[in-house]
T-cell receptor, first 111, second 109 residues
Framework: SQTIHQWPATLVQPVGSPLSLECTVE??????LYWYRQAAGRGLQLLFY??????ISSEVPQNLSASRPQDRQFILSSKKLLLSDSGFYLC??????????FGPGTRLLVL | GQQVMQIPQYQHVQEGEDFTTYCNSS?????IQWYKQRPGGHPVFLIQ?????EVKKQKRLTFQFGEAKKNSSLHITATQTTDVGTYFC?????????FGQGTTLQVKP
Protein backbone atom coordinates (compact mmCIF):
# COMPACT_ATOMS: atom_id res chain seq x y z
CA SER A 1 0.00 0.00 0.00
CA GLN A 2 1.02 3.57 -0.52
CA THR A 3 2.15 5.81 2.31
CA ILE A 4 3.31 9.39 2.48
CA HIS A 5 5.66 10.77 5.07
CA GLN A 6 6.42 14.32 6.08
CA TRP A 7 8.91 15.63 8.57
CA PRO A 8 9.32 17.28 10.85
CA ALA A 9 5.84 17.29 12.33
CA THR A 10 6.35 20.65 13.99
CA LEU A 11 8.99 23.31 13.60
CA VAL A 12 9.70 26.64 15.27
CA GLN A 13 12.15 28.81 13.38
CA PRO A 14 13.38 32.40 13.75
CA VAL A 15 12.75 34.96 11.06
CA GLY A 16 15.53 34.94 8.50
CA SER A 17 16.52 31.32 9.06
CA PRO A 18 16.47 28.73 6.25
CA LEU A 19 13.85 26.03 5.86
CA SER A 20 13.78 22.53 4.47
CA LEU A 21 10.69 20.34 4.67
CA GLU A 22 10.78 16.86 3.24
CA CYS A 23 8.06 14.67 1.83
CA THR A 24 8.48 11.09 0.64
CA VAL A 25 6.03 8.66 -0.87
CA GLU A 26 6.23 4.89 -0.77
CA UNK A 27 4.44 2.24 -2.76
CA UNK A 28 3.87 4.10 -6.01
CA UNK A 29 5.92 5.21 -8.98
CA UNK A 30 5.99 8.53 -10.83
CA UNK A 31 3.33 10.18 -8.68
CA UNK A 32 2.22 13.78 -9.05
CA LEU A 33 3.40 15.61 -5.94
CA TYR A 34 2.00 18.76 -4.37
CA TRP A 35 2.85 21.24 -1.63
CA TYR A 36 0.00 23.15 0.02
CA ARG A 37 -0.05 25.72 2.79
CA GLN A 38 -2.97 26.15 5.13
CA ALA A 39 -3.15 29.20 7.38
CA ALA A 40 -4.98 28.72 10.69
CA GLY A 41 -8.69 28.22 10.07
CA ARG A 42 -8.30 28.74 6.34
CA GLY A 43 -8.42 26.75 3.13
CA LEU A 44 -5.69 25.04 1.16
CA GLN A 45 -3.37 27.11 -0.98
CA LEU A 46 -1.48 25.19 -3.65
CA LEU A 47 2.16 26.29 -3.62
CA PHE A 48 3.94 23.89 -5.99
CA TYR A 49 3.24 20.76 -7.94
CA UNK A 50 5.44 18.33 -9.82
CA UNK A 51 4.66 15.74 -12.46
CA UNK A 52 8.17 14.28 -12.54
CA UNK A 53 11.76 14.50 -11.36
CA UNK A 54 13.08 18.02 -11.73
CA UNK A 55 9.73 19.34 -12.97
CA ILE A 56 8.29 21.99 -10.66
CA SER A 57 5.39 24.34 -11.26
CA SER A 58 4.96 27.30 -8.96
CA GLU A 59 1.48 28.55 -8.29
CA VAL A 60 2.11 31.74 -6.36
CA PRO A 61 5.08 34.09 -6.15
CA GLN A 62 6.59 33.77 -2.72
CA ASN A 63 9.55 33.26 -0.49
CA LEU A 64 9.59 29.50 -0.99
CA SER A 65 10.96 27.06 -3.54
CA ALA A 66 10.50 23.36 -4.22
CA SER A 67 12.64 20.60 -5.64
CA ARG A 68 12.13 17.00 -6.64
CA PRO A 69 15.51 15.31 -6.62
CA GLN A 70 14.06 11.80 -6.74
CA ASP A 71 10.84 10.29 -8.07
CA ARG A 72 9.21 10.01 -4.68
CA GLN A 73 10.85 12.87 -2.82
CA PHE A 74 9.57 16.42 -2.72
CA ILE A 75 11.32 19.17 -0.78
CA LEU A 76 10.06 22.60 0.21
CA SER A 77 12.72 25.19 0.99
CA SER A 78 13.35 28.77 1.88
CA LYS A 79 16.59 30.70 2.20
CA LYS A 80 15.16 33.23 4.66
CA LEU A 81 11.88 32.69 6.47
CA LEU A 82 9.35 35.45 6.95
CA LEU A 83 6.73 35.73 9.68
CA SER A 84 4.08 35.24 7.01
CA ASP A 85 5.52 31.81 6.18
CA SER A 86 3.98 30.38 9.34
CA GLY A 87 1.32 27.79 8.65
CA PHE A 88 0.47 24.17 8.16
CA TYR A 89 2.35 22.69 5.21
CA LEU A 90 0.81 19.68 3.55
CA CYS A 91 2.35 17.42 0.95
CA UNK A 92 0.10 15.31 -1.24
CA UNK A 93 0.46 12.76 -4.03
CA UNK A 94 -1.79 11.51 -6.76
CA UNK A 95 -1.70 9.16 -9.70
CA UNK A 96 -1.83 11.52 -12.62
CA UNK A 97 -4.70 13.93 -11.93
CA UNK A 98 -6.87 11.78 -9.73
CA UNK A 99 -7.58 11.67 -6.00
CA UNK A 100 -4.97 13.34 -3.83
CA UNK A 101 -3.63 11.70 -0.69
CA PHE A 102 -2.25 13.99 1.94
CA GLY A 103 0.61 13.55 4.34
CA PRO A 104 0.33 14.33 8.05
CA GLY A 105 1.66 17.85 7.54
CA THR A 106 4.26 20.09 9.17
CA ARG A 107 3.23 22.91 11.47
CA LEU A 108 5.68 25.77 11.02
CA LEU A 109 5.84 28.71 13.37
CA VAL A 110 8.16 31.55 12.44
CA LEU A 111 9.01 33.87 15.32
CA GLY B 1 -10.70 33.40 -11.96
CA GLN B 2 -11.26 29.69 -11.74
CA GLN B 3 -12.68 29.50 -8.25
CA VAL B 4 -14.80 27.04 -6.42
CA MET B 5 -17.05 28.76 -3.91
CA GLN B 6 -18.11 26.90 -0.81
CA ILE B 7 -20.71 27.94 1.75
CA PRO B 8 -21.24 28.33 4.59
CA GLN B 9 -17.82 28.98 6.06
CA TYR B 10 -18.90 27.81 9.52
CA GLN B 11 -21.84 25.85 10.86
CA HIS B 12 -22.72 25.04 14.46
CA VAL B 13 -25.37 22.40 14.99
CA GLN B 14 -26.83 20.46 17.88
CA GLU B 15 -26.02 16.79 17.82
CA GLY B 16 -28.73 15.02 15.89
CA GLU B 17 -29.46 17.93 13.56
CA ASP B 18 -28.72 17.76 9.86
CA PHE B 19 -25.94 19.66 8.10
CA THR B 20 -25.36 20.67 4.49
CA THR B 21 -22.45 22.35 2.74
CA TYR B 22 -22.63 23.66 -0.81
CA CYS B 23 -20.05 24.03 -3.51
CA ASN B 24 -20.56 26.21 -6.61
CA SER B 25 -18.63 26.95 -9.77
CA SER B 26 -19.31 29.40 -12.60
CA UNK B 27 -18.03 26.86 -15.11
CA UNK B 28 -18.85 23.23 -15.79
CA UNK B 29 -16.80 20.78 -13.77
CA UNK B 30 -15.46 17.46 -15.02
CA UNK B 31 -15.73 16.05 -11.54
CA ILE B 32 -15.97 17.10 -7.91
CA GLN B 33 -14.19 15.58 -4.96
CA TRP B 34 -14.94 15.92 -1.26
CA TYR B 35 -12.43 15.81 1.57
CA LYS B 36 -12.72 15.92 5.37
CA GLN B 37 -10.14 17.41 7.67
CA ARG B 38 -10.47 16.64 11.36
CA PRO B 39 -9.20 19.29 13.81
CA GLY B 40 -5.42 19.11 13.85
CA GLY B 41 -5.35 16.56 11.04
CA HIS B 42 -4.87 16.47 7.30
CA PRO B 43 -7.50 16.32 4.55
CA VAL B 44 -8.77 12.84 3.80
CA PHE B 45 -10.51 11.92 0.57
CA LEU B 46 -14.19 11.02 0.95
CA ILE B 47 -15.65 10.63 -2.51
CA GLN B 48 -15.57 11.67 -6.15
CA UNK B 49 -18.60 12.52 -8.29
CA UNK B 50 -18.35 12.46 -12.07
CA UNK B 51 -21.78 12.14 -13.65
CA UNK B 52 -24.42 14.82 -14.03
CA UNK B 53 -27.04 14.46 -11.28
CA GLU B 54 -25.03 11.79 -9.51
CA VAL B 55 -25.93 10.94 -5.93
CA LYS B 56 -23.74 8.84 -3.68
CA LYS B 57 -24.20 7.84 -0.07
CA GLN B 58 -21.78 6.87 2.65
CA LYS B 59 -23.80 5.94 5.74
CA ARG B 60 -25.22 9.27 6.98
CA LEU B 61 -23.42 11.31 4.27
CA THR B 62 -25.13 12.07 0.96
CA PHE B 63 -23.19 13.65 -1.89
CA GLN B 64 -24.85 15.22 -4.93
CA PHE B 65 -23.53 16.56 -8.21
CA GLY B 66 -25.79 19.05 -9.97
CA GLU B 67 -27.43 18.36 -13.29
CA ALA B 68 -25.40 21.14 -14.92
CA LYS B 69 -22.22 19.92 -13.18
CA LYS B 70 -21.66 23.35 -11.71
CA ASN B 71 -22.57 22.64 -8.12
CA SER B 72 -22.39 19.96 -5.50
CA SER B 73 -23.54 19.39 -1.97
CA LEU B 74 -22.71 17.24 1.02
CA HIS B 75 -25.51 16.49 3.43
CA ILE B 76 -25.04 14.83 6.81
CA THR B 77 -28.12 13.37 8.46
CA ALA B 78 -28.35 13.35 12.25
CA THR B 79 -24.90 14.73 12.97
CA GLN B 80 -22.68 13.17 15.59
CA THR B 81 -19.69 14.62 17.44
CA THR B 82 -17.45 12.49 15.23
CA ASP B 83 -18.58 14.57 12.26
CA VAL B 84 -16.70 17.60 13.57
CA GLY B 85 -14.16 18.97 11.13
CA THR B 86 -13.76 20.96 7.95
CA TYR B 87 -15.27 19.68 4.74
CA PHE B 88 -13.69 20.71 1.45
CA CYS B 89 -14.93 20.31 -2.07
CA UNK B 90 -12.35 20.27 -4.84
CA UNK B 91 -12.62 20.47 -8.60
CA UNK B 92 -10.10 19.25 -11.12
CA UNK B 93 -8.93 21.99 -13.47
CA UNK B 94 -5.86 22.02 -15.65
CA UNK B 95 -4.37 19.04 -13.90
CA UNK B 96 -4.73 20.57 -10.48
CA UNK B 97 -7.32 20.35 -7.75
CA UNK B 98 -8.95 23.66 -6.93
CA PHE B 99 -10.21 23.53 -3.37
CA GLY B 100 -13.12 25.41 -1.95
CA GLN B 101 -12.50 27.36 1.23
CA GLY B 102 -14.14 24.66 3.30
CA THR B 103 -17.02 24.51 5.74
CA THR B 104 -16.10 23.99 9.37
CA LEU B 105 -18.69 21.98 11.26
CA GLN B 106 -19.03 22.18 15.03
CA VAL B 107 -21.41 19.76 16.75
CA LYS B 108 -22.68 20.47 20.23
CA PRO B 109 -23.37 17.32 22.24
Amino acid sequence: SQTIHQWPATLVQPVGSPLSLECTVEGTSNPNLYWYRQAAGRGLQLLFYSVGIGQISSEVPQNLSASRPQDRQFILSSKKLLLSDSGFYLCAWSVREETQYFGPGTRLLVL
Amino acid sequence: GQQVMQIPQYQHVQEGEDFTTYCNSSTTLSNIQWYKQRPGGHPVFLIQLVKSGEVKKQKRLTFQFGEAKKNSSLHITATQTTDVGTYFCAALRGGKLIFGQGTTLQVKP
